[in-house]
């Protein structure tokens, strides 16, 4: 099983960008289909964006889409979230998560289905 780590979060102004990162340990990585989740205070944690195995698929929360792309490198066993024309509501810790899967072509859009979990990093959008 992979371990994650998340980096990249910060404090930016309404209309910046941030790239986050999400590193994973282990040789699997490959076969694992990636999302990536946010949490704001006193909020249930909700779906951002999940990408498949080899990253040939991808699906977005109506929120974010247009201002965020999500994108792998198996090669370096990392997943990335760039997150443009970001809003005070894009405030929110968050995480990055990951679930072995035999479907090369199958994405995951709930917290539930997701074994692997990272510790999370905030990102705060200033107004």
């Known amino acids: 099983q992979v371990q994650l780590v998340e980096s990249g979060g910060g404090l930016v102004q309404t209309g910046g960008s941030l790239r986050l990162s999400c590193a994973a340990s282990?040789?699997?990585?490959?076969?694992?289909?990636m999302g990536w989740f946010r949490q704001a205070p006193g909020k249930e944690r909700e779906f951002v964006a999940a990408?498949?195995?080899?990253?040939?698929?991808?699906y977005y929360a109506d929120s974010v889409k247009g201002r965020f792309t999500i994108s792998r490198s198996n090669a370096k066993n990392t997943m990335s979230l760039q997150m443009n024309s970001l809003k005070p509501e894009d405030t929110a810790v968050y995480y990055c998560a990951g679930v072995r899967t035999y479907d090369s072509g199958r994405i995951y859009r709930v917290a539930y289905e997701y074994d692997t979990w990272g510790q999370g990093t905030q990102v705060t959008v200033s107004s």
């Open positions: 990408i498949s195995w080899i990253g040939e698929i991808t």
């Open positions: 282990g040789r699997t990585f490959s076969s694992y289909a």
